[in-house]
């Protein structure tokens, strides 16, 4: 697989129309499988984007302009794509917001990618990502979205690598001449740590109705507001935010202080958010018992009652993951016996040979997995 070959050559998407043909031909593999021998940016059903710009403008994030195949549908602000990539062989997929207007007109879209410390893909494309890299991708996702038409306030809340939704939100009604109040909330924790630093200075000077707001948490310096989230600094960036929608995207502790305080207030109706990780685990009632068996690792451990993704890490395997909170399915894998939760819905499975994805089920019991 090529995912990571460098683009050599442009090709029209008119001299795919006789490709189709050959499609049935080329099972099981897809003639997709065929093309990418030719040119990785050559396909006919799959969604794949060559990265054209490479920007470091913090020293632990990086940007990526990426060219879609003609397959992209576009995405709404807010939204996220699922993005691949082959490091040591093996697919990895990871889901990223585009951080750029909806409305672009090169037809090309901006990811931001923070580093984390640990972080696999993160660190791979902060390190790797360069002109020519070709990605696989997945159609645009999720309900993070401004609603239309667009009410009369917003206030868009970010902390961290958070900003790239709310960032997109923004210069998206930028871009419609939006006409009512936004204010633009961003948490990091010092002023290097703010990727699109230059840009929301220029809207906040330019536009009458857009205030940006700069709260530091680690610099008590410059910046608009100090230390972290406290309902004075909503109040200060947006005493109108009651009678407001607000959209927030930002790191655990940034969300629940929020969700809390619109919680508090009777606002959580108007306040609209999105996770980038998972939230915390809830313990299973009553005892964890059983055991957990990957049948084809040859490995069995005893159930500790976190997520089988978590659990099979835990047992040192490496199975596939992506969002790590449902969204992707990348961690699907086949449940051959015993009874698993749903720890987001609570349901239980006791099913035997079914798909279940290991990063939002726990096993109730002894479960074993085609692992
Ligand atoms: C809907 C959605 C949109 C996203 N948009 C963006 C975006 O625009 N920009 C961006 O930089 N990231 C975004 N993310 C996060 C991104 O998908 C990855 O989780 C992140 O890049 C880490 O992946 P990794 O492979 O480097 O880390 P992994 O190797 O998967 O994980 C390494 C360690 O970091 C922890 N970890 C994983 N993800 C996070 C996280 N988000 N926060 C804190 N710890 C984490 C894991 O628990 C693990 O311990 C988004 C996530 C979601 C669900
Ligand atoms: S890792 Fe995305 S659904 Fe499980």
């Not at 200075?201 to 608009?224: C, F, I, K, M, P």
Request: aromatic share 6%.
């Amino acid at each position: 697989m090529s995912l990571l070959t460098p683009a050599r050559r442009r090709f029209s998407p008119r001299r795919l129309a006789p490709l189709a043909m050959f499609e049935a031909l080329a099972t099981p593999h897809g003639v997709d499988r065929y093309l990418e021998l030719v040119h990785p940016m050559l396909t006919v059903r799959e969604l794949r984007a060559e990265v054209t710009e490479v920007r470091r403008n913090t020293a632990d994030s990086v940007t990526l302009t990426l060219r879609p195949t003609r397959q992209w549908k576009g995405f709404e602000a807010g939204q996220f794509v699922q993005l691949t990539v082959e490091i040591d062989g093996v697919r990895r997929t990871r889901c990223y917001s585009p951080a750029c207007s909806q409305y672009r007109a090169d037809g090309r879209f901006e990811l931001t990618v923070k580093a984390h410390p640990e972080g696999l893909v993160s660190q791979y494309l902060n390190a790797h990502a360069a002109p020519g890299l070709v990605v696989g991708l997945a159609q645009a996702d999720g309900v993070f979205r401004l609603p239309t038409p667009r009410p009369d306030r917003i206030v868009l809340i970010s902390g961290g690598s958070g900003i790239t939704p709310v960032m997109s939100m923004l210069r998206t009604l930028c871009e419609e001449d939006y006409a009512g109040e936004v204010v633009f909330l961003h948490y990091a924790f010092t002023e290097k740590h703010v990727p699109y630093l230059d840009e929301l200075r220029e809207l906040d000077a330019a536009r009458d109705n857009v205030r940006v707001v700069l709260a530091y948490t680690e610099q008590s310096t410059g910046g608009d507001l100090h230390g972290l989230f406290h309902q004075k600094h909503l109040t200060a960036a947006a005493p109108w935010h009651a009678d407001a929608e607000t959209f927030l995207c930002g790191p655990p502790g940034l969300m629940k202080a929020i969700t809390s305080h619109y919680a508090a207030h009777g606002l959580a109706g108007h306040l609209h958010s999105e996770d980038f990780a998972p939230a915390p685990v809830v313990p299973a009632d009553g005892d964890v018992t059983g055991a957990v068996t990957y049948l084809r690792s040859d490995v069995t451990a005893t159930n500790a009652g976190e997520t089988l993704l978590e659990q099979a890490e835990a047992a040192g395997l490496s199975p596939e993951h992506g969002c790590r909170m449902g969204i992707c399915f990348s961690c699907t894998q086949i449940k051959t016996t015993g009874c698993t939760q749903n720890v987001r819905t609570g349901e239980v499975n006791s099913d035997p040979d079914v798909e279940i994805q290991l990063c939002i089920n726990r096993a109730v019991g002894d479960v074993t997995l085609d692992l």
